[in-house]
């Protein structure tokens, strides 16, 4: 099981930029797919971005792609999410999620989760 925690959200004007991390830890970390998640009220959780294991390749939902950025730390065994040109409709609570299942986009593939950060943008 992988334990994690994000930390970096606030609130920001639109068209500004936020930097969200996930700290993790367990014995799978470095092994693990980690994703991105975001809920807004009233909504479904859905899918942001995600990572491979070594970080080779991203994957990004078309709301966020060319201003979301997912990269990972495997030393330091930390996960962030780049969030530039952010618009109200990025509001919501995002969370950080930890899996094994390769080229799938659904919660149910991530099998760990943090707690959420609140990222709220004012138009």
């Known amino acids: 099981q992988v334990q994690l925690v994000e930390s970096g959200g606030g609130l920001v004007q639109a068209g500004g930029s936020l930097r969200l991390s996930c700290a993790a830890s367990g014995r799978t970390v470095s092994s693990s797919i980690m994703g991105w998640f975001r809920q807004a009220p009233g909504k479904e959780r859905e899918f942001v971005a995600r990572?491979?294991?070594?970080?080779?390749?991203?994957y990004y939902a078309d709301s966020v792609k060319g201003r979301f950025t997912i990269s990972r730390d495997n030393a330091k065994n930390t996960v962030s999410l780049q969030m530039n040109s952010l618009k109200a409709e990025d509001t919501a609570i995002y969370y950080c999620?930890?899996?094994?299942?390769?080229?799938?986009?659904?919660?149910?593939?991530?099998?760990?989760w943090g707690q959420g950060t609140q990222v709220t943008v004012s138009s």
């Open positions: 999620a930890a899996g094994k299942v390769y080229g799938r986009s659904d919660p149910q593939s991530f099998n760990s």
């Open positions: 990572i491979i294991p070594n970080g080779a390749n991203t």
